[in-house]
């Protein structure tokens, strides 16, 4: 399966944008999800790099073709430059779904050779729980038998799995959670009328949906984290439209499965292909690239002096981890606000991040268009450990380190009133010399990634 060359895109897609009168390229920019400072008319030329730095080469072709449907520019001088490489993304589309066919039709067959042999092997089931999600899904028709919790749905309410897969309402209302909204964006009339619409990426139970709002006035009506209900709405293939006919009112919590979550989000942020963090270490200095793997550590935020700058900013730094090897990433400013809600042991995906190289170390740097999803929250266990450090103790919060049986030390989380109780200590004063004279101490805890949840001395 061939690549398509970025640099030979980035070539087109500045022919493409010289051609484009001032009231078009304004129109395109308007289209696109990049921040107000680089929405600029007056400077061409960094464009085509900014859109592909933004949505990645095969992204950015897609959303540039239907920009200049849009516009609209049919004619040979764009549609000339933009052809080859929508056929390109064609094709590859095209092998992809072919080779993904291939494997299922393998597996399947794999699987039902298995199924058979294991009739035979009655009540000596065995589950390798880390491929049992993929095998429910490629086999479909030889599921476990103890089934997932079933779903139900209100008989007033029409699943998104359903509106996708028959966009007939009927009498009945779509439900779901905004998990992402994006900026206003603008378009134009035939009568050369400015309006306004917005994205969300919405869920609920049983799938996700990109959503289209027309109007500004609707803009801070959504909020993101809240659950709503749709009606009067226009389904377009699978995009839902909302217009000024359609009723839209709040609705109780929406319990949206975490891998749906991200579904959702991934319609309103683009984001460049993702690779293994092996691939990211072995990239250029400064390539995008989006990563996907285990949250290891996080650090703590600090303020640094900007070099050649007369200013500060902060950063936070988190280790991040799959089977390929372990890459420290690095957020700047604003973008620490993604990591809240994450911790170690979390699965994660990273979108549109830089790799910087030091000597021979590399990194990854955030940019404006980083965003950080969460995968899967971290586990929750029951183990032993022996408390042998403290790293900080503070009224709240408490760092330790602790061995997990007889295996690696690592360091904990815990709450600071759990700790005191659980050593029989008091919180107030010198409560750091107290753990000290205790230790080592020995307890069962409950854990989630770096988290001491809950904590009783073990029994001498």
């Known amino acids: 399966m061939s690549s398509i060359s970025e640099s030979e895109w980035k070539k087109a897609l500045t022919f493409i944008i010289e051609d484009l009168d001032k009231s078009q390229l304004k129109k395109m920019l308007g289209c696109l999800d990049i921040t107000k400072q680089k929405k600029t008319t007056k400077c061409r030329e960094t464009i085509p790099q900014t859109i592909i730095e933004c949505y990645g080469v095969e992204t950015s072709i897609q959303i540039i073709n239907e920009a200049m449907l849009w516009i609209p520019r049919k004619d040979e001088a764009v549609q000339g430059q933009l052809r080859p490489f929508v056929e390109k993304l064609k094709n590859k589309e095209n092998e992809g779904e072919k080779g993904n066919k291939r494997k299922r039709s393998e597996t399947e067959s794999e699987s039902a050779e298995k199924t058979a042999e294991a009739g035979f092997k009655k009540n000596n089931i065995v589950s390798d729980s880390s491929s049992d999600e993929e095998r429910e899904a490629e086999t479909d028709g030889l599921k476990s038998p103890q089934p997932d919790k079933e779903i139900k749905i209100p008989s007033w309410r029409k699943s998104i799995h359903d509106v996708k897969t028959s966009s007939d309402l009927g009498n009945k209302v779509i439900a779901g959670k905004v998990v992402a909204k994006s900026g206003l964006r603008t378009y134009e009339t035939k009568k050369k009328e400015k309006k306004f619409f917005f994205y969300l990426g919405v869920a609920d139970e049983t799938g996700s949906i990109k959503v289209m709002v027309y ?75 989006s990563v996907e793997g285990t949250v290891r550590e996080i650090g703590s935020v600090e303020t640094v002096k900007l070099k050649n700058k007369r200013r500060k900013k902060d950063k936070q730094e ?143």
Request: glycine share 6%.
């Open 215 to 289: 109007g500004r006035e609707r803009y801070q009506r959504f909020q993101e984290k809240s659950c709503y209900l749709f009606r009067e709405i226009i389904m377009d293939e699978n995009v839902m439209k909302v217009t000024k006919k359609s009723v839209i009112s709040k609705t109780a919590a929406i319990d949206v499965p975490e891998n749906l979550e991200m579904e959702a989000q991934m319609f309103v942020y683009s984001q460049t292909p993702v690779c293994s963090i092996g691939q990211a270490i072995g990239s250029a200095e400064k390539t995008s690239v």
């Open 318 to 460: 988190f280790q991040l981890e799959d089977g390929t090897g372990s890459i420290w990433i690095t957020l700047w400013g604003e973008d620490i606000k993604q990591l809240r809600g994450k911790s170690p042991g979390d699965s994660v995906r990273v979108v549109n991040v830089k790799t910087s190289h030091y000597y021979d170390s590399v990194s990854l740097n955030s940019t404006d268009f980083t965003r950080i999803f969460k995968v899967q929250s971290a586990t929750i266990e029951n183990v032993t450990i022996e408390i042998i450090g403290i790293k900080d103790a503070k009224k709240t919060e408490t760092e330790v380190d602790a061995q997990i049986g007889s295996g690696e030390v690592q360091s904990f989380v815990v709450t600071s009133s759990l700790l005191a109780k659980a050593f029989g200590v008091r919180l107030e004063g010198d409560f750091e010399d107290r753990l000290l004279e205790k230790m080592p101490f020995s307890a069962d805890v409950e854990i989630k990634g770096n988290k001491i949840m809950k904590i009783e001395a073990k029994e001498k």
